[in-house]
């Protein structure tokens, strides 16, 4: 299974071609379970708020047994655990590193629906 969490938070069906820049330039979070095994993909600089929250509500509704959160399309780094709610917790703590509040504010403006 795999999912694109969109700009409103809302699951969208990914293309393979566009799934590189959907997560490193728009700012995506991309959702691929296998078995057990959740991986999540995103951009930790450009990732937008709202697919932020939809990923974090999809990631618990699918309970992994394993979360990989891999960050970055280029040079990634990844981590993995056993719990989904330390993965989650990652998430938001990579997401909000070295980001400016006004451009948290810009990024929800700029995708307001």
Do not use: C
């Not at 699951?11 to 700012?27: E, F, H, N, T, W």
């Not at 997401?95 to 403006?109: F, H, I, M, N």
């Amino acid at each position: 299974m795999d999912v694109l969490i969109g700009p409103t938070g809302w699951p969208l069906q990914p293309g393979k071609r566009d799934l590189v820049v959907a997560v490193s330039k728009i700012g995506l979070v991309h959702i691929r379970q296998i078995g057990g095994t959740v991986i999540v993909t995103l951009e930790p600089q450009v990732t937008l708020p709202m697919s932020l929250a939809g990923a974090f509500f999809r990631i618990s509704d699918l309970s992994p047994t394993r979360t990989i959160v891999v960050a970055g399309t280029l040079n990634s780094e990844y981590w993995v655990y056993s719990s989904y709610a330390a993965a989650i917790q990652k998430i938001g703590e990579l997401a909000s590193e070295g980001k400016d509040p006004g451009t948290v504010r810009r990024q929800l403006r700029d995708h307001a629906v």
